[in-house]
């Protein structure tokens, strides 16, 4: 699966260098509040995995943010210890102008984390508070967080996504930038997206098909769904794997970025993808490289 041309040169001009993110406009020890005006449910009532789709109103606040970029939250309440709680991390789920209904909109893509250990299950503290949250309900925020995930704005650039899970979040805000431009200031964009059932196919399902109409000629998603037939568990990189192309030719032209999104881990096996298109000889210098002029970026958790 070596690829028949050779790569372009990889120029040192990458778009993020000459972008600059928001800086932190509210940190931790200095948050804001901002209003709930949203929380529905992206998974069906019966449906064993809870994901939501939270809208926070950031009007009358100074917070901005690009796409790529998180937001911290910060649940009511103290630790243990008498502190407040830890702030935790969500990808913003929207493009940099907000929602489309509300430029000061914005929204969060929430799981509701629980597990087992033993004879105990155990709550994830925030994403069970936010997902319990309601319309008119306050929410502590901090941030906007990261500045290496943001998305460029050179239209000759091809984005090259691989999301899992709520992974897909930063890639609807992409997904929505793009679609407000004219063609010909659109990246193309080649999205793997991995979840378990179309049930939780957030935002490319017949509950909330964002991504879907969004689509047109400059993108295309292929799908990966580990648990939909029981005889086949395909994950990102074994759709990564069948369908290289899209790829391929990306790098052929040398003008790319990558972006990896999801749960830790995910990012071995499409680096395994890559090594073999590049080449083992090559791939870890190439993969250096990637990493030193910010064309491999990646958010895993």
């Not at 998974?43 to 009358?60: A, F």
């Not at 407040?84 to 893509?109: F, K, Q, T, W």
């Not at 680096?271 to 210098?285: K, N, P, T, Y």
Request: hydrophobic share 35%.
């Amino acid at each position: 699966m070596e690829l028949s041309v050779p790569m372009e040169p990889v120029t040192n001009s990458n778009p993020l260098e000459r972008l600059e993110a928001p800086p932190m406009l509210y940190k931790p020890s200095s948050p804001v509040e901002v209003t709930v005006v949203e929380n529905v449910r992206l998974t069906p009532e019966d449906y064993s995995e809870e994901i939501r789709h939270i809208v926070l109103d950031l009007k009358g606040t100074d917070y901005r943010y690009l796409e790529g970029q998180s937001m911290g939250v910060i649940a009511p309440g103290e630790d243990e210890r008498g502190k407040p709680h830890r702030v935790r991390l969500y990808s913003i789920a929207s493009p940099a102008m907000g929602e489309p209904d509300n430029p000061s909109h914005v929204a969060l893509c929430v799981k509701r984390v629980v597990f087992e250990e033993g004879q105990e299950t155990f709550y994830g503290l925030c994403s069970n508070y936010l997902c319990d949250v309601k319309p008119g309900d306050k929410v502590t925020i901090s941030g906007p967080n990261g500045k290496r995930f943001v998305m460029p704005r050179d239209p000759d650039v091809d984005l090259l996504l691989f999301a899992a899970g709520t992974g897909i979040a930063p890639f609807r805000g992409f997904f929505m930038r793009l679609a407000g431009l004219p063609v010909e200031e659109r990246s193309n964009i080649v999205l793997y997206y991995g979840s378990r059932r179309m049930e939780d196919h957030v935002y490319y399902n017949d509950i909330n098909n964002d991504l879907g109409n969004l689509l047109d000629s400059k993108n295309v998603i292929h799908s990966a769904l580990s648990r939909q037939d029981p005889g086949v568990k395909m994950h990102v990189q074994d759709r990564f794997r069948l369908e290289p192309g899209p790829v391929e030719e990306a790098l052929k032209r040398g003008n790319f970025l990558v972006y990896i999104c999801g749960i830790k881990g995910m990012e071995k096996g499409i680096e395994d993808v890559f090594r073999q298109i590049i080449g083992e000889d090559s791939w870890d210098a190439t993969k250096q490289e990637w990493r030193e002029k910010t064309i491999w970026n990646q958010e895993v958790y």
